[in-house]
């Protein structure tokens, strides 16, 4: 029985953004395939979890990034299960080059939802979920809670067609995409993106509309909100920088 798994990516034209970088967006995507492909071939994948009026919805993560890929860059994301809850799994990725040197980190918390309730499962149900456990930890720990922000608003959103997944909700990557959109492409020339948090919070559905919220916690350290009128506050991030000479 494998506990721990590597499974290979190339970083394509569709992948990167225009400093030729996988995005944020896309390696968080990449981190959620890896997710799948394993859950799968464990045996406890979305399709056999469906099947049962289940499914896995992500909770919290955080990353931590030596560098970020390039295009046409192959990388190797190694993944296992740390360690299963009452309500709350925690799987941990390793991200390598294709030396396998160590660019990055991960770790994520994952809940099991009822489709019909939309209320949490006990893990339990899942038998065969502690059969899997790796009990490795990694140096960037486990994704905690973000606190509340004030800030001021730096984006704006509204949830159409192109954002629903098959759970019937906006899929996770594009909170991303919002939280990353608040800053200019000069921005992102002069700072280097070091680690990524965010806790998602409520599910947003077709046509829900609000905006994003953004604080400057420190010097290169922002904290994020998304806000609806309807639902109240969706999710909560944090993004810390580096400077680009310090590369």
Known sequence: MDKKRRYQ???????????KKV?????????????????????????????????????????????????????????????????????????????????GYVSSSWAVIDMKTRQGVLLDSLASLNAFVWPETIPIGVPTRIANIKGDIANRFEVKYSHIDVNCHASSPFYIQWIADCFSLDFYRMYKLKRFE?????????????????ESKAKNDYLFQLVTSEKGISCRARIQFEDEGNC
């Open 198 to 214: 965010i806790n998602f919070l409520k599910e947003l559905t077709f046509g829900d509309t609000g905006v994003v919220y953004r």
């Open 9 to 19: 990516f190339q970083v394509s034209a569709q992948h990167i953004d225009f400093q």
């Open 23 to 103: 995005s944020l967006s896309s390696l968080f995507h990449l981190i959620l395939k890896t997710a799948g492909k394993d859950a799968d071939n464990n045996g406890f994948g979305l399709l056999k979890l469906q099947s049962d009026d289940y499914t896995w919805v992500l909770s919290r993560f955080v990353m931590d990034m030596e560098r970020f890929p390039l295009e046409n860059e192959n990388i190797t994301i190694e993944t296992w299960i740390q360690d299963v809850g009452t309500m709350f799994t925690t799987r941990n990725f390793r991200i390598t080059n294709g030396e396998d040197r160590l660019i």
